[in-house]
């Protein structure tokens, strides 16, 4: 299963969704998915870029495994169960703007009670001037702990003061906890 998040400036959304769910279809790799995507891009021959992460969810025999490639998008951040935050993967090259781009898979088990978070850099840079810092962020995420995916989404959205000058995107993913866990 598939999952992409993006942030698209100056192209038809439709393009870029065609594109991931046509390369989805014949790539493991969410590198690969990106990299064919920025071919694409590319070759359109517009001034078009896109900001995407690309996560692919391997659900087996009740583990979950997570694979994220970034191509000029905020790396998602883990939330484990026990309130540790990280990032997984790195920002990459923006897509649609060179022929090659450095895309990267970086893979993690989510474990039971983990959530995957998506973000775009809207909620990190609300308050600009004043950006968060990566810590910030791991800071305002681990207060999510145990929360549902809604609630995670829900705590993120609450931490913007006044109005957004920009368009804001959340997506939380939670493993289901154990009942052991609870």
Not at 102 to 115: E, K, P, Q
Not at 122 to 139: C, I, K, S
Request: glycine share 8%.
């Amino acid at each position: 299963m598939y999952c992409a998040f993006a942030t698209i400036a100056r192209i038809a959304a439709s393009l870029n969704r065609d594109t991931i769910r046509a390369a989805a279809i014949d790539e493991q790799s969410p590198a690969d998915v990106l990299h064919r995507l920025n071919a694409v891009l590319v070759g359109h021959g517009s001034p078009a870029f896109a900001g995407v992460a690309c996560a692919r969810l391997d659900l087996r025999r009740g583990s979950v495994a997570a694979t994220v490639a970034c191509g000029g998008h905020p790396a998602p951040r883990v939330l484990r169960a026990n309130g540790v935050v990280a990032a997984l993967g790195e920002h990459g090259s923006p897509l649609g703007v060179l022929g090659a781009v450095a895309l990267t898979d970086r893979r993690t088990r989510l474990g039971s009670g983990d959530a995957l978070v998506l973000y775009t850099d809207r909620l990190t840079e609300a308050a600009a001037p004043t950006v968060w810092t990566p810590e910030d962020l791991h800071m305002v995420i681990a207060r999510a702990i145990g929360r549902t995916a809604q609630g995670i989404v829900d705590h993120l959205a609450a931490t913007i003061e006044g109005p957004l000058r920009e368009d804001l995107v959340l997506f939380a993913l939670r493993v289901k906890p154990e009942p052991s866990d609870r």
